[in-house]
Nanobody, 119 residues
Framework: QVQLAESGGGSVQAGGSLKLSCTMT????????MAWFRQAPGKEREKVAH???????TYAASVAGRFTLSKNSKLLTAYLEMNNLKPDDTAMYYC?????????????WGQGTQVTVSS
């Protein structure tokens, strides 16, 4: 069973930065695809970005150019660096993971970490 632990959420003013971390407990074949999703009150969950097992990130259009997703495979940790934050980025952010394909539904989820951006 895989568990995910997130950290790094908080409150920041518009234009500021935050860095989220997500560590998974095991990845026996170095095959994990890791992703960040977010959900704001009254809105549908949105995939923010994912990074495949060879470290190639893909971003939603809403965050491209502002967010950077990276991964340290030895530490089993993915990092989401968020810059130039906007009030619309306010949401609960969830880390997710699955093995091999990034295209299928994610099996493992973290508890979430709140990001609040004030204007």
């Amino acid at each position: 069973q895989v568990q995910l632990a997130e950290s790094g959420g908080g409150s920041v003013q518009a234009g500021g930065s935050l860095k989220l971390s997500c560590t998974m407990t095991n990845d026996p074949h170095n095959s994990a695809c890791m992703a960040w999703f977010r959900q704001a009150p009254g809105k549908e969950r949105e995939k923010v970005a994912h990074i495949n097992n060879v470290g190639e990130p893909t971003y939603a259009a809403s965050v491209a150019g502002r967010f950077t997703l990276s991964k340290n495979s030895k530490l089993l940790t993915a990092y989401l660096e968020m810059n130039n934050l906007k009030p619309d980025d306010t949401a609960m952010y969830y880390c997710a993971a699955r093995f091999w394909s990034c295209s299928a539904p994610f099996n493992y989820w973290g508890q979430g970490t709140q990001v609040t951006v004030s204007s």
